[in-house]
């Protein structure tokens, strides 16, 4: 199972919804779903150099931090709703992923993060014995 946390995710919420504005800027967005033995997990990180990223695995929680450079010069800015600087996200993974095997893709400003399922979490038939099994054992 996949969690996400952001503690001041609900505040924000709350406040924009008082207030009518966006209390902090949307920063990495993301999309997650399963896909039959691994979860996928979607950052949209457009204007990214792909070697500010950084994965981190501390027991359960993953950490992904980018950076956006600041423009800086002698321009005269008219619009600015991109986020800049650095930025992180963190999911809390659960005890049922492997996070041994993570894999990840930058492409297209898009990071994808591949998780599969840990092996003990997997399904698995256990065989159901009868009493003719034992005896044919023990007979043999």
Do not use: C
């Not at 893709?105 to 898009?110: E, F, L, Q, T």
């Not at 014995?129 to 023990?138: G, H, L, S, V, Y």
Request: glycine share 6%.
């Amino acid at each position: 199972m996949l969690m996400r946390t952001d503690p001041f995710r609900e505040l924000d919420r709350l406040t924009q919804q008082v207030l009518g504005t966006s209390a902090r800027p949307a920063v990495m967005a993301m999309d997650a779903w399963r896909s039959g033995d691994e979860f996928v997990v979607e950052f949209d990180l457009p204007g990214v150099d792909p070697s500010t990223v950084e994965l981190d695995v501390e027991r359960n929680v993953l950490t992904v931090r980018a950076h956006r450079p600041v423009t800086e010069g002698t321009e005269e800015m008219i619009a600015a709703e991109r986020p800049r600087g650095v930025f992180s996200r963190q999911l809390i993974l659960g005890d049922n992923l492997d996070t041994e095997h993570i894999s990840a893709n930058y492409a297209g400003g898009v990071l994808t993060l591949r998780v599969p399922v840990a092996e003990k979490a997997k399904p698995r038939r256990i065989a159901v014995r009868t009493a003719e099994d034992r005896q044919q054992a023990i007979g043999a």
